[in-house]
């Protein structure tokens, strides 16, 4: 199974940037669908941002027109640039790959039931 590594976590105040890298230890090509999801303390994970083969991204609406997703297939590299971060950013940050979204979904609240590759999480904290 192909490993995924986030990197690119830290320290912010609000308004700063960050661009989280989610490296794999093989070929991300045959991943349909790449995805970023965060989880604060106490709170359900959430998708934030997608990205299919085709190209095609969903955003959430909290991150929509701030957080850019990307993949580049030659570096076998998920990315996700934030900018203009708040306090509510705060949480750790998981990239996640599959054959679908909801494969991947269903791989993290159904554990078994579907197959798809999850990284460890970085951190991001934003300070007002």
């Known amino acids: 199974q192909v490993r995924l590594v986030e990197s690119g976590g830290g320290s912010v105040q609000t308004g700063g940037s960050l661009r989280l890298s989610c490296a794999a230890s093989?070929?991300?090509?045959?991943?349909?669908?790449m995805a970023w999801y965060r989880q604060a303390p106490g709170i359900r994970r959430e998708l934030i941002a997608s990205v299919l083969s085709g190209g095609d991204t969903n955003y959430a609406d909290s991150v929509k027109g701030r957080f850019t997703i990307s993949r580049d297939n030659a570096k076998n590299t998920l990315y996700l640039q934030m900018n203009n971060l708040l306090p509510g950013d705060t949480a750790v940050y998981y990239c996640?790959?599959?054959?679908?979204?909801?494969?991947?979904?269903?791989?993290?609240?159904?554990?078994?039931?579907?197959?798809?590759?999850w990284g460890q999480g970085t951190q991001v904290t934003v300070s007002s």
């Open positions: 996640a790959a599959g054959a679908s979204l909801p494969a991947i979904s269903t791989s993290y609240y159904h554990p078994g039931k579907a197959s798809a590759s």
């Open positions: 093989g070929s991300i090509l045959s991943f349909n669908a």
